[in-house]
């Protein structure tokens, strides 16, 4: 079987160490990969969003199954474009990928498929926008429909906020186009986790939940990131809580994305407010987390290819996973600076010592190799992931790791996985 990983990032890097390690594998390209990649996987210098030359890629190398890591291409049809070539694909149509890229789209699916989730409204029109939030009050949540990298969302503890937000969003189109269309939607409170499970079109199959850190500071503090660090599994999330989840948050829209000719095939990424009144749907991406993809691709003992392939043929049904009894968990080291302006290629030494801690493997995810040195070349540039049997004892070791590193340009948080050490795990 010859696999190609779409993406550059850390969660690409942790699919092409998983995949490399399957026996069914003749050949792994990754484009365009970054230094770590390349040495799991051949790196290809193809831009994850040149979807076409990804196609004509595949198809002269007789791909076996394309596995696309970010949205962007999915939203652009990459999924889409290799099934016409005839190219299996794991990953959803750009019209299921719409469940991420609009997010009154969404909403609209998850109405439909009766999943529990924050009430809303959509809006073009402001004086409605600003009427609705008049009449339902703060706390309220205030959306841009469309991707807003992952800033266009509100939320407003006062009336006054939730008015500025829609001026913000709306009249000073501050995320462009985005903002054209806002949902306003119900606060949650609660505890939040994200939830992965793998479709077919008609199946699904619980991979993990997990819990990501997205501010950059400790103590949760400052703003927001892509993910400064995730675990798994977290203690929020019991197998009675996960199959729930399935119940009433993956397997329904499954069903209702099938009725609705837009089948969903490829990972599924839930975010879940755990509420007192138990799990609600807070939103959907079409994609595996990163930096959570880091942690379940440490934790899943089975072979990642066959799973991935029954994925892409809509052979899902009876398909169980296998889990090692370990916790894992992942400390993003990000260059100073970030989610700001940030110092490019910096040299980052003692990687090899780094990965030689018990139960340490160091992944890439904004790198390149320079006159056979590493240097870095994006914001989140390293994800150093660990497995232990508690979590104390993996963020041990991911710390001992990060300690062994010589980059006195990177920085990490100190505190990964805070609220399942303070439960005493
Ligand atoms: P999103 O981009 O939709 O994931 O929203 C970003 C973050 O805003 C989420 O991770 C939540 O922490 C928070 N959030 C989004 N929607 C709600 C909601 N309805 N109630 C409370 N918090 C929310
Ligand atoms: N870590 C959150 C995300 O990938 O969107």
Known sequence: MKVLVVGSGGREHALCWKLGQSPL????????????????????????????????????????????????????????????????????????????????????????????????GRFTDMEAARAFVRAKGAPIVVKTDGLAAGKGVVVAMTLDEALAAIDMMMGDKVFGAAGDELVIEEFLDGEECSFFALCDGTNAVALAAAQDHKRVGDGDTGPNTGGMGAYSPTPVVTPELQTRIMDTCILPLVRT????????????????????????????NVRFGDPECQVL??????????????????????????????????????????????????????????????????????????????????????GITAIGPTVSEARRRAYEAVDRLDWPEGFCRRDIAWRAVARGL
């Not at 002269?60 to 005839?86: F, M, N, Q, T």
């Not at 290629?345 to 018990?358: C, F, K, P, S």
Request: charged letters at 20%; proline letters at 5%.
């Open 25 to 120: 594998l003749t050949g792994l390209y990754c484009a365009p990969g970054n230094a770590g990649i390349a040495q799991v996987a051949e790196c290809v210098a193809i831009n994850a969003e040149a979807v076409d030359d990804l196609v004509a890629f595949a198809t002269a190398k007789s791909i076996d199954l394309v596995v696309v890591g970010p949205e962007a291409p999915l939203v652009a049809g990459l999924a889409d474009k290799c099934r016409a070539a005839g190219i299996k694909v794991f990953g959803p149509s750009a019209a299921a990928a719409e469940l991420e890229g609009s997010k009154g789209f969404m909403k609209d699916m998850a109405a439909k498929a009766g999943i529990p989730t924050a009430w809303y």
């Open 257 to 284: 994305m099938a009725a609705e000719g837009k089948p969903y095939a490829g990972v599924l990424f839930a975010g879940i407010m755990v509420t007192a009144d138990g799990p609600k749907l807070l939103e959907y």
């Open 297 to 382: 691709m440490a934790r899943l003992k089975s072979d990642l290819a066959p799973v991935l392939m029954a994925g892409a043929e809509g052979r899902l049904g009876g398909v169980t996973l296998d889990w090692r009894d370990d916790v894992a968990l992942v400390v993003v080291m990000a260059a100073k600076g970030y989610p700001g302006p940030y110092e490019k290629n910096t040299v980052i030494g003692g990687l090899d010592q780094a990965g030689r801690v018990e139960g340490v493997t160091v992944l890439h995810a904004g790198t390149a190799a320079r006159d056979g040195k590493v240097v870095a070349t994006g914001g989140r540039v390293l």
